[in-house]
């Protein structure tokens, strides 16, 4: 019955999707760039590549935690149901945490809200990890995790638009999430393979903060300020 209540809202994809209307115009003055100039333009440039990487980031925790948190909550000593209401705390939390984090990419810098997303998405996992697991501190973790669950999306999306320009917001994007796809694949695939040849999930643990703490250096190198500024004040210069 689950799946097949999941089959019904995906199915209103396609209503509202043609209720969306067709492709914005062009801004005024705006050069008119193909897709393909738009994708090596975005390859040459150095903060594409980050935000790749701190998505990549992303997956990783995401799919883990998904895919693997009910059978670490229950090797812990703790029952199913535990484990099903932390998922369902988590994807509460996100919708918080998504709106939230779409509001203050509207008012602060981006990228410094990413790194802060990923520095306390290690320090969560740190209390999961080294604290006793308890239902308190499984669902502490649970609310914390959960309103910073999908708030990379918003401001990652939103960087890619502020620096490359909306006209191919949408293909860049796309490109920078399939590095999410990667991460979130070799999340669950790695957490799977240590537990069954150590016997643990502390070893997938352990590589999360780590990625954790990567993401969130690797964020504040990315340049924010859009590019066609960058190009025409250095043309000045010329």
């Given at each position: 019955?689950?799946?097949?209540?999941?089959?019904?809202?995906?199915?209103?994809?396609?209503?509202?999707?043609?209720?969306?209307?067709?492709?914005?115009?062009?801004?005024?003055?705006?050069?008119?760039?193909?897709?393909?100039?738009?994708?090596?333009?975005?390859?040459?440039?150095?903060?594409?590549?980050?935000?790749?990487?701190?998505?990549?980031?992303?997956?990783?925790?995401?799919?883990?935690?998904?895919?693997?948190?009910?059978?670490?909550?229950?090797?812990?000593?703790?029952?199913?149901?535990?484990?099903?209401?932390?998922?369902?705390?988590?994807?509460?939390?996100?919708?918080?945490?998504?709106?939230?984090?779409?509001?203050?990419?509207?008012?602060?810098?981006?990228?410094?809200?990413?790194?802060?997303?990923?520095?306390?998405?290690?320090?969560?996992?740190?209390?999961?990890?080294?604290?006793?697991?308890?239902?308190?501190?499984?669902?502490?973790?649970?609310?914390?995790?959960?309103?910073?669950?999908?708030?990379?999306?918003?401001?990652?999306?939103?960087?890619?638009?502020?620096?490359?320009?909306?006209?191919?917001?949408a293909l860049l994007a796309s490109v920078v999430f399939f590095g999410h796809q990667i991460g979130g694949f070799l999340g669950v695939w790695l957490a799977g393979y240590l537990f069954d040849t150590t016997g643990s999930y502390f070893g997938a643990f352990y590589a999360s903060m780590g990625l954790g703490v990567f993401a969130a250096m690797n964020n504040l190198p990315v340049n924010e300020k859009p590019l066609t500024e960058r190009l025409k004040h250095a043309q000045a210069l010329a």
């Open positions: 019955p689950a799946l097949i209540a999941l089959a019904a809202v995906a199915l209103l994809i396609l209503p509202l999707s043609l209720a969306l209307g067709g492709k914005p115009a062009p801004a005024p003055g705006a050069a008119q760039q193909s897709l393909g100039e738009a994708l090596r333009e975005a390859l040459g440039e150095k903060g594409f590549h980050l935000l790749v990487w701190g998505y990549f980031v992303c997956g990783f925790h995401i799919g883990m935690l998904t895919v693997h948190l009910p059978s670490y909550v229950t090797d812990s000593g703790l029952r199913a149901e535990h484990g099903m209401t932390a998922l369902a705390l988590i994807g509460l939390f996100n919708v918080i945490g998504t709106f939230g984090a779409g509001w203050l990419g509207g008012r602060f810098s981006k990228k410094y809200l990413l790194s802060s997303i990923y520095t306390i998405r290690a320090f969560l996992i740190a209390i999961l990890v080294f604290l006793p697991l308890t239902p308190l501190t499984l669902y502490v973790f649970a609310c914390g995790i959960g309103l910073l669950w999908l708030g990379t999306v918003p401001l990652t999306n939103g960087l890619v638009g502020q620096i490359f320009g909306m006209r191919y917001a």
